[in-house]
């Protein structure tokens, strides 16, 4: 019962280099939690901001945008260009 030809083969076992960089990751992402020093009202307080901003921001209105497509010149802007 335990040999099941119609089941997935298993997924390899990540490497040590792996296991490294999300154990780094991780490490990282504490300390700058902690560094940061926030706490959940500060989360709480913050939430409605957060809710106003996706609520603008999804989906992307371009109407007034002096960026548009049709608004683009041809000519590059870039520092470093002839």
Do not use: H, K
């Amino acid at each position: 019962m335990t040999d099941r030809p119609d089941l997935p083969p298993r997924f390899r076992a990540p490497s040590a280099l792996t296991w490294v960089l999300v154990v780094g990751f991780a490490a990282f992402f504490i300390q700058g939690l902690v560094a940061s020093e926030v706490s959940i009202d500060r989360l709480i307080r913050g939430a409605g901001n957060l809710v106003r901003f996706l609520g603008q921001a999804v989906p992307p209105d371009f109407s007034g945008s002096s960026t548009s497509p049709t608004r683009c010149s041809r000519r590059s802007t870039s520092p470093w260009s002839a």
